[in-house]
């Protein structure tokens, strides 16, 4: 494994010896005077801190991909490029991206301009200037219509033909295994499962969108890390008649973008599961590995009856969703093991939707989540139905109660009120800073009668 490794910032070699791995990008350029790059909430909910990295895909083509540098580590960046505001402009020429928010009057403070720069050059090169190009990027004095027109006339310049276009041609290799200190980067599974026997405490690390908000912090982790996110065994999208096989280091974004259309569950969710700098790190090996019970991903396994696919030092096995979450951010998954892989059923003739209500819908936790599948016969008699919750429990869980109660019976508004009465009951939430219980039980209630209404009136 490389030690002697360095990466790329705004075109030149950055060495890389004696950088603390756990350290963020964002923590790493203030040091180094680079101050462009704004930190406001350290936890990738902002955008202040947006930079572009480039990320070649499976057919070979290079793509710059939004990233909060809050969140990225250090130790993940060797034999990558990353672009920082400070390297849009040449000389006293401004990159558009940056002309067009000067001439759009679409900055007050300047705080956050950044960071909306860095989201809109991204969107010159992947062709998405819509509002989706900065949802993630907040802006608490100039107001966003400013914003949205620099972007407006951005989209409306001709294609741009200039050095980062002529970059993403450059040919590339694929990333090498690599070590900063104490953190591992390897290529493969199995090279992965063998760093994991040789350090014990190390624990894996994939898109670090949850991890590296504690490593922002500077909360002391873990000893040692193994990263994932260059295993190219655990980035494939195997889609078949019956099912999807999503490799568990596969982002959501490419996630939202290549099963668009298949699985209305994903379709429902990963517009609101988080803004673009998070899905493009984002991984479903990741949320179902932090197990955390507010995680968007899990009711949708639930709901579909999926499985995890789990590879360790005793080989491969499978588990099936129901059963996997054992209790509070505890699973079936032995600590030695790594999940590769999960598989969704098609949905085919189930009728499907998936909820999220959070205070802020494209990049917040949920206070509850919620997806649904169910199936009915001609005389709407419920003859396979599946409720799942994330954000209501120690972990995802279904309502099996309330599934007793509804199969086998015909759907109609007395059986839809019995449902959400007992879907209450059901559960016993906590209360906290985003809701109470209260709150959570009625919710819980509410989305399924909402669903009835939506889709099966």
């Not at 936890?43 to 801190?49: E, K, T």
């Not at 990233?67 to 402009?89: D, F, H, K, Q, Y």
């Not at 991206?97 to 679409?106: F, L």
Request: with cysteine.
């Amino acid at each position: 494994m490389n030690t002697n490794t360095s990466f790329l910032l705004n075109g030149h070699a950055v060495d890389l010896a004696g950088a603390d791995p756990t350290q963020s990008l964002l923590r790493w350029l203030k040091s180094r005077q680079q101050h462009g790059t704004k930190e406001g909430c350290g936890d990738g909910d902002c955008g202040a801190c947006t930079v572009a990295m480039i990320e070649t895909d499976a057919a070979g083509r290079s793509h710059y991909r939004a990233v909060n540098s809050c969140l990225l580590p250090m130790g993940a960046l060797p034999g990558r490029e990353i672009v920082t505001v400070e390297g849009l402009a040449e000389g006293e020429r401004l990159h558009p991206a940056q002309q067009m928010m000067i001439d759009g009057a679409g900055s007050q403070c300047g705080y956050c301009t950044p960071g909306f720069v860095m989201s809109l050059f991204v969107g010159t090169h992947d062709g998405d200037l819509s509002d989706h190009c900065i949802e993630g990027n907040l802006c608490r004095c100039t107001g966003y219509r400013p914003i949205r027109d620099a972007a407006k006339r951005l989209a409306a310049l001709p294609i741009i033909e200039d050095r980062f276009g002529a970059t993403l041609q450059q040919p590339r290799t694929a990333l090498s295994s690599a070590r900063v200190g104490d953190f591992h980067n390897p290529t493969t599974v199995a090279e992965a499962l063998a760093l994991k026997q040789q350090h014990h405490d190390a624990i894996w690390i994939a898109g670090a969108t949850d991890l590296g908000v504690n490593l922002s912090r500077g909360q002391t982790v873990a000893p040692s890390f193994i990263a994932l996110d260059r295993i190219a065994e655990l980035q494939r999208i195997e889609i078949g008649d019956d099912a999807a096989r999503i490799g568990a280091g596969v982002s959501l974004s490419r996630i939202e973008h290549e099963l668009a259309g298949q699985f209305p569950l994903l379709d429902d969710m990963l517009p609101w599961f988080a803004a673009k700098q998070i899905k493009n790190r984002a991984t479903f090996g990741g949320s179902l590995g932090s197990a955390s019970p507010i995680g968007d991903l899990a009711p949708i396994l639930l709901a579909l009856g999926g499985d995890v696919h789990l590879a360790g030092p005793n080989g491969l096995r499978d588990l099936p969703i129901d059963g996997y979450f054992l209790d509070y951010r505890k699973t079936q998954r032995h600590p030695d093991e790594l999940i590769v892989a999960v598989t969704l059923p098609k949905p085919h003739d189930l009728v499907t939707a998936s909820y999220k209500i959070a205070k802020r819908q494209t990049d917040d936790i949920s206070i509850v989540a919620a997806s649904y599948a169910i199936r009915l016969d001609g005389e709407r008699r419920v003859q396979h139905v599946r409720l799942a919750y994330g954000g209501i429990a120690v972990i995802p869980k279904r309502a099996v109660s309330t599934e007793a109660l509804l199969l086998g019976q015909v759907l109609g508004d007395a059986l839809v009120e019995r449902a959400r009465a007992a879907l209450v009951e059901e559960f016993t939430p906590l209360s906290d800073h985003r809701a109470d219980a209260g709150y959570r039980r009625a919710l819980a209630g509410n989305l399924f009668v909402k669903f009835v209404a939506e889709k099966l009136a």
